[in-house]
C-alpha cells in the first residue's frame, strides 16, 4: 500500500488507476496522463499534497459528530411492565423524515433508562419497537425478559414498580450523562405565582397582544429546577393568555361569527419562560412561545410544561423536556441552551437546530 507522499509522486510522474481506499478517500475516477494536461495534473497534485504530506502529529481530525440521544417521554405501560409507550419528540421525527424511520433506528436489545428530573430510576432492554400515529407519535416498546447469562441485565429484570412514578422520561442508557450526583428539581416557594405573573406579563407584549390584555395572562406549569448548576433553582413557567372573546359554549352560529373576525382577532398565545435570580430580583425571559389564531369550534392553543431535564451532551448544561399539551393531541420539544459571549441564554431544539422555537400560526 502507498503512503500519502509516495502515492501522490506516483499519480503525478505515472499511470495510474486511483481507487478509494482509506488513505485516499475521494471519489473513484481514472486519470491517463498525456502531456497536455500535465501541468493542470501537477497543480492539483500539489493541492493534494499539502494535506497528504502533513505529518500524522499534526493532523487535526474533526470532531466526532454524534447523533442526537433519543428521548422520550413517558406516558403508560401495561400493569406488568411488559410494554412501555412513550411520545417520540415531533422534532426527531421531522430530522429522520418519519415516525418509522424513528422506530428503525431503534436495534432491538437496546437498553433505556427510566429518568426523573435528570435521577435514573430503572433501566429495561426492548425485544421489539412499534411505533404509532394516535394522538401523536407513540413508540411502544416490548421489554425483554433478562437472559442470566448476560452479565449486562440485571438478574431480577426490570422493576415495573419504578413505573408508577412521575415525570418520567425516556433515555437511551448508552449515551446517559452521569458525571456526578446533581440535583435539579426543588421543591418552589409558596406564594410564588405572583412573582411570575408580575415578571413575565411584558413578554406577551412581544408577541403582540396590547398591555390590557396582560392582566389575563395565567400559569399553566410551573417548576423549580436549577439548570446552571449554582445549587440555586430556576423558575420555568407554562403561561398562557387566552382569547377573551373565543365562545365559551359549542354553539355552531356563534363560533362561525368569532372564526369569521380578521386573525388578528383571534389569537391566542403560549409560552416558556424561565426566571433567574440577578441579585435580590427576577429576570425572566422566553423559552419557548407560540402564536396562533384560532381556526375551529372549540379551538385552543397549546400549553407548555416542563416534563422532565437531562443532560446528554456533556456541556454540563441540561437538555429541557417539553410537553406540549393540545386539545386532542400530546406533543414533546427537547431544548437544548447555548450560552453566548455575554452569558446570556439562547434555546434551541435539540433535534433540528436551524428551527425556530418561536411558532407563529
Request: charged share 20%.
Amino acid at each position: 500500500m502507498l503512503g500519502g507522499c509516495s502515492a501522490i509522486t506516483y499519480i503525478l510522474f505515472g499511470n495510474i488507476f486511483l481507487d478509494r481506499s482509506p488513505i485516499m478517500p475521494f471519489r473513484q475516477f481514472t486519470y491517463k496522463f498525456r502531456h497536455a494536461a500535465l501541468g493542470s495534473l501537477i497543480t492539483l497534485g500539489i493541492a493534494i499534497g499539502i494535506n497528504a504530506c502533513v505529518s500524522p502529529n499534526n493532523d487535526k481530525k474533526p470532531e466526532e459528530t454524534k447523533s442526537p440521544v433519543p428521548m422520550f417521554l413517558f406516558i403508560q405501560a401495561s400493569p406488568d411492565g411488559k410494554t412501555i409507550e412513550g411520545i417520540v419528540p415531533s422534532d426527531l421525527v421531522e430530522q429522520l423524515g418519519s415516525l418509522d424511520r424513528v422506530i428503525q433506528s431503534i436495534p432491538v436489545g437496546s437498553k433505556f433508562s427510566l429518568v426523573q428530573f435528570g435521577k435514573p430510576l430503572g433501566m429495561f432492554q426492548v425485544s421489539a419497537v412499534r411505533g404509532s400515529d394516535a394522538f401523536g407519535a407513540i413508540a411502544s416498546f416490548k421489554v425483554q425478559e433478562p437472559n442470566p447469562n448476560d452479565k449486562n441485565q440485571p438478574a431480577k429484570g426490570f422493576d415495573p414498580t419504578v413505573l408508577r412514578q412521575s415525570n418520567l422520561t425516556i433515555v437511551a442508557s448508552d449515551r446517559l450523562v452521569n458525571k456526578e450526583d446533581r440535583t435539579y428539581f426543588f421543591n418552589c416557594p409558596s406564594k410564588i405565582q405572583p412573582l411570575v405573573l408580575d415578571k413575565s406579563r411584558n413578554l406577551f407584549l412581544k408577541l403582540g397582544t396590547n398591555q390590557a390584555a396582560t392582566s389575563q395572562v395565567a400559569i399553566a406549569s410551573l417548576v423549580c429546577v436549577d439548570i446552571d448548576g449554582d445549587n440555586q433553582p430556576e423558575i420555568i413557567a407554562g403561561l398562557r393568555l387566552d382569547n377573551s372573546q373565543r365562545p365559551t359554549g359549542f354553539d355552531p352560529q356563534v363560533w362561525k361569527d368569532f372564526l369569521s373576525r380578521p386573525a388578528l382577532e383571534r389569537q391566542e398565545y403560549s409560552m416558556l419562560v424561565m426566571l433567574r435570580k440577578s441579585g435580590n430580583d427576577w429576570n425572566a425571559e422566553p423559552i419557548l412561545t407560540h402564536t396562533r389564531a384560532l381556526s375551529y369550534i372549540n379551538d385552543s392553543v397549546s400549553s407548555y410544561a416542563l416534563y422532565g431535564i437531562q443532560e446528554v451532551n456533556g456541556d454540563r448544561y441540561p437538555e429541557l423536556i417539553v410537553k406540549e399539551i393540545g386539545l386532542n393531541s400530546l406533543d414533546v420539544r427537547v431544548l437544548t441552551p447555548n450560552i453566548d459571549a455575554q452569558g446570556k441564554w439562547q434555546w434551541r431544539s435539540y433535534y433540528q437546530n436551524q428551527k425556530s422555537l418561536n411558532i407563529v400560526q
